[in-house]
């Protein structure tokens, strides 16, 4: 497994080529919710989203509102493929910033996730996996607000059940006995200290030289007893 992000901004044609490491959007975020403080913990959520805008404003991170995605997603993101086909934007839905992966009760469930829940689950996935996700900004009108993150373009094909299997096997992982957390047909692995959870096809890239990239899964730390309870 790869594990690396850049921490450097980087500076492209347009900007929505460029935005920061989502590692420095988080550390930033975090700096501006601990000025916030104190707020009841049940305005968290309100909390991390105004961080979000105050930092975004002073970064001169609000992109234009006619900014839109092209392509309606999943449950979590809407889609806008940049001009020169390098990557995409991804917008989460209107006042959502995707979901989480909750291990508190009998079985997983998911939550709406905060700001900073998803931007660290995001980095589990640039660690772990060599993605290079990057934070681009947010889009801010009267009517909404959305995340946008960008993802590079990867080619290849949806790879088979046995494919995933076999690839998260060797690649350290075990089988979780969850099903059904995300997509009706999902699975989920544990190992290296990581849940990845949504797994199928359609969420993984199988690129022509035979390497398999999850591009699209949810992810959280997972302790050994947790992945214990969850392989039993």
Known sequence: MAHHENDQTTRGSSQTDAGCSLANAAANIRRRLRAARPFPEGERYGAE?????????????ILPAHLAPERKGGREHDLLRLANGSRWLKFTKPWASGYAVDLSGDEPTLFPARPLQYLDRLQLQNRCFGDEIRFVGITHDAKSRRIIISQPDIQG?????????HWFLNQGFVKLKVQRLGAYDSAAFGGHGV??????????????NG???????MMRPLTKRQLQRLVE
Do not use: Y
Request: glycine share 4%; net charge negative; charged share 30%.
């Open 157 to 165: 094909h949806p790879p088979s059940w046995d494919e995933i299997d």
């Open 195 to 208: 849940g990845v959870f949504d797994v199928r096809p359609i969420n993984v890239v199988m690129t022509d």
């Open 211 to 217: 390497l398999l990239l999850p591009i699209d899964v």
């Open 49 to 61: 989203w105004r961080a979000v805008e105050q930092w975004c404003e002073e970064e001169g991170l």
